[in-house]
């Protein structure tokens, strides 16, 4: 009789320290996922918050000569820059993310594009070089003279 009631007792003892080691591991469980959910909260509101900062603001311009020639004068660059600017601020606003498929669409737009009497002259624009940094879209053009139709 003592060796059942023994048994028993191990029994119950062992019932109640798997219960134990459950509900413990359960709890930490529990505790994880919470700690998790809030990590997840905390990330995709810094990601809304990284996007809605992550945007072309500005964009700057640089114009390269022809090879083997001199610079364009300065009147005629900043015409021109005012011309690619107002073509380009379509880009303003766009997140910073999407400047890949953008950059392709507008190199293809204004790819040998002729700006006319600009200085007395018409020139043909090519891109070179597009850099998205610190919110604003750097430019590099290359400017050609064209000939007067």
Same mark, same amino acid.
């Not at 998790?36 to 997840?40: D, F, G, P, S, T």
């Not at 809605?52 to 390269?64: A, P």
């Not at 204004?110 to 002729?114: A, D, M, N, P, R």
């Given at each position: =009789?003592?060796?059942?009631?023994?048994?028993?007792?191990? =029994?119950?003892v062992g019932?109640? #320290?798997? %219960?134990a080691?459950?509900? !413990?591991?359960t709890?930490r469980i *529990? *505790?994880q /996922?919470?700690e998790?959910?809030?990590?997840?909260d +905390?990330?995709e509101k810094?990601l +809304? *918050? /990284?996007r809605?900062? %992550?945007?072309?603001? @500005?964009?700057? &311009?640089?114009?390269?000569p022809?090879? /083997?020639?001199?610079?364009?004068?300065?009147?005629?660059?900043?015409? +021109?820059k005012?011309r690619l600017e107002?073509?380009?601020?379509?880009l303003k606003?766009?997140s910073?993310y !999407?400047?890949? @498929?953008?950059a392709?669409l507008?190199?293809k737009l204004?790819?040998?594009? #002729?700006y006319? !009497?600009?200085?007395?002259? /018409?020139? @043909?624009v @090519? &891109?070179?070089? =597009?850099l998205v940094?610190d919110s604003?879209?750097?430019v590099w053009v290359?400017a050609?003279?064209?000939l007067r139709k």
């Open positions: =009789m003592q060796a059942v009631a023994f048994f028993v007792c191990g =029994m119950i019932a109640a #320290v798997y %219960s080691m459950v509900l !413990d591991q709890s *529990a *505790a /996922n919470y998790i959910k809030e990590q997840l +905390l990330t810094q +809304l *918050a /990284n809605q900062i %992550s945007v072309i603001r @500005s964009i700057v &311009i640089f114009v390269l022809e090879e /083997n020639k001199p610079a364009l004068e300065a009147v005629v660059q900043v015409e +021109l005012q107002k073509d380009l601020s379509i606003g766009r910073i !999407d400047i890949g @498929s953008d392709q507008v190199r204004l790819e040998g594009k #002729v006319t !009497d600009i200085g007395d002259k /018409n020139l @043909s @090519s &891109i070179r070089t =597009m940094a604003v879209l750097q290359e050609k003279t064209a």
